[in-house]
Antibody, heavy 120, light 107 residues
């Protein structure tokens, strides 16, 4: 059964870089049929797409975050990662990773989410 | 940038039909999917490609889309259907776009 698990620091200082990893188990990340994405949800607010990556390295980013975001993939470890730099308190959120269909980006499998707080 | 809009809340009586709209410019030209999110849980896909249901989602969940509006319909609403519901589309310029979410209350 496919499972996704986010990992990384729960506390990041302002102006530093938020780094998270999503480990995929139960299936290969090297599938032509899917993208792998990051989504976040600030406390009490809605979902915000951050970006997505294909195993071949193709990436798409939210235009509002593009200047600060890098998503990468490590097929040997069956993982993909998120780096978000120059964070502020507004980046405090639950961060989810998810699998998305290649053509229509419907996200059918989600991780449990990890809470990241930006604070000094 | 492309945007989709949902009402903040919808209420329905138990056993009745709930309809949650999602609107956007020419949204009917794009595929829409819907997620249900209960408190403290990850979102769950309940409808994809406008009207398809993933395995395990009850038949009382259905979707439709035309013109500028997509709609998630829940027939015979139950207390366990209380949740936040999000629509999502893909735009070639903006990427993945989520609606702001609709809180469904069954009372």
């Amino acid at each position: 059964q496919l499972q996704l698990q986010e990992s990384g620091p729960g506390l990041v200082k302002p102006s530093e870089t938020l780094s998270l990893t999503c480990t995929v188990s139960g299936a290969s990340i090297s599938s032509r049929s899917y993208y792998w994405g990051w989504i976040r949800q600030p406390p009490g607010k809605g979902l915000e797409w951050i970006g997505s990556i294909h195993y071949d390295g193709t990436t798409y980013y939210n235009p509002s975050l593009k200047s600060r975001v890098t998503i990468s993939v490590d097929t040997s470890k069956n993982q993909f990662s998120l780096n978000l730099n120059s964070v502020t308190a507004a980046d405090t959120a639950v961060y989810y990773c998810a699998r998305a269909g290649y053509y229509y980006y419907d996200m059918d499998v989600w991780g449990q989410g990890t809470t990241v707080t930006v604070s000094s | 940038s492309y945007e989709v809009t949902q009402p903040p809340s919808v209420s329905v009586s138990p056993g009745q039909t709930a309809s949650i709209p999602c609107s956007g410019d020419r949204l009917g030209d794009k595929y829409v999917c819907w997620y249900r999110q209960k408190p403290g849980q990850s979102p769950m896909l309940v409808v994809y490609q406008d009207k398809k249901r993933p395995s395990g989602i009850p038949e009382r969940f259905s979707g439709s889309s035309s013109g500028n509006t997509a709609t998630l319909t829940i027939s015979g609403a139950q207390a366990l259907d209380e949740a936040d519901y999000y629509c999502q589309a893909w735009d070639i310029n903006t990427g993945v776009v989520f609606g702001g979410g609709t809180k469904l209350t069954v009372l």
